[in-house]
């Protein structure tokens, strides 16, 4: 994996956890719960698990609209 492929993978994930936190901030307990479950945490955590959000066109927004579905979905089994 070349760098600019984890500074990419690394930047979706920064992405996608701070509009979490900004979009749902009265509940963010409940957003780290899930940034932890998407991520796992210690030794199994792994960041690039936000990649599952994002799709050949890398569009920015429907990446978002794609993890405010799972985290809702998340939120309300």
Avoid: Y
């Avoid at 409940?30 to 955590?45: C, D, M, P, Y």
């Amino acid at each position: 994996m070349s760098i600019g492929t984890k500074n990419r993978l690394n930047q979706t994930g920064t992405t996608c956890k701070t509009h979490l936190r900004e979009q749902h901030s009265k509940q963010l307990a409940l957003v780290e719960e899930f940034i932890a479950e998407i991520e796992g945490s210690g030794k199994n955590q792994d960041a690039t698990k936000w990649n599952q959000f994002t799709d050949a066109k890398r569009s920015t927004a429907e990446m978002l609209q794609r993890v405010d579905a799972a985290f809702d979905a998340w939120m309300n089994p």
